[in-house]
């Protein structure tokens, strides 16, 4: 990161790629070779994955289930994602799909959606223990004063894949302002990250990003596909709420994180704006609670102080482009 084509993101929208919640298999695929073109000025669509990833390579498609049924990482991108990377020569054998916790991945029922001979991983089956993990790899901070204060990143990561292709989803989230690219790869490949965020204070920034820069994660992440086609502008990330989740119909293509993401929280800030919401930025008191059932009804409350600035502090480590004003964003509709 922030790969081979820094401060450029392409915006594909199409209205009818979601209709009534369901995502249209088919213009996902359009959209893909629309997006993937531009992004990478090819032709031909195996060209274009070639940029990415090689016959020889095991590929990682970092998942987002957290918030499933209602909103994750969608089986029909994924599904296309794989044959994307099938198309310049990898088996389907050498193509995994993994995120931290088994569980959120069974609620998704990746297993049953995708492709045979892929592998689908859930990192660790339990929310304690380093099984998984690799010890020799972490990020030290104390934040709490918590007795464990590394953080270690998953073998798979370190040992298992030589190319990750990151397919967050676009949402709020109640500690660090949004879900987006930086916090799906950070806190789904190192263990021990809920310590960051206490209620109602967070230290998500600069977490995130501090874990972003560790190798080889930063080098393997190759390729990042934001899925927006249901867009969470309040009660991320778990939500099951429809009120707050909105058709989009918008993927993100790019190789840089931090660009995507600035898009991504411009996007969700304009979405509160007009349904009345504070920002995410908000760090006022009397909008704290400690009532999760009024949190995920009403837009105007939160657990905690979000801190939305770890998207730019992964810009000050050199792992993409944080200011608007430099991004080359490339809409597509």
Known sequence: MPGLFPGRVVEVSNPDSILRNRVAQAEIKSMFEQGLRELTGESSIPAAWAKFVEPADVVGIKINPS?????????????????????????????????????????????????????????????????????????????????????????????????????????????????????NLAYGTFNNVARSHRAPYSFTDPLISVMCSVEPLRSKAVLHIMDGMRQVWHGGPLTQVQDFIYPAGTLYFG???????????????????????????????????????????????????????????????????????????????
């Open 67 to 183: 918030g499933a049924p209602a909103c994750c990482s969608s089986p029909e991108i994924v599904r296309e994602l794989v044959g994307g990377v099938q198309s310049v020569g990898v088996p389907a054998n050498n193509i995994v799909v993994y995120d931290r916790y088994a569980y959120e991945i069974d609620v998704g029922s990746y297993q049953a959606l995708v492709p045979p001979g892929v592998r689908v991983v859930g990192i660790q089956d339990a929310f304690t223990g380093l099984a998984g993990y690799d010890m020799n790899i972490y990020c030290q901070a104390n934040f709490f004063g918590e007795w464990e204060t590394r953080s270690y990143m998953a073998s798979i990561v370190a040992h298992g894949v030589t190319k990750i292709i990151n397919v967050p989803t676009m949402k709020d989230h109640s500690a660090s302002g949004v879900t987006g690219c930086l916090k």
């Open 255 to 333: 190789t840089d994180p931090v660009a995507i993401d600035t898009l991504e929280l411009e996007a969700i800030e304009l979405k509160r704006r007009q349904e009345g919401a504070p920002s995410v930025w908000q760090h006022d008191p009397a909008s704290i609670t400690l009532n999760y059932l009024e949190f995920f009804h009403n837009p105007t409350k939160n657990l905690f102080y979000r801190r939305p600035g770890h998207i730019a502090a992964a810009g000050k480590l050199g792992l993409g482009v944080a200011d608007l004003k430099q991004i080359d964003h490339r809409r597509i509709t």
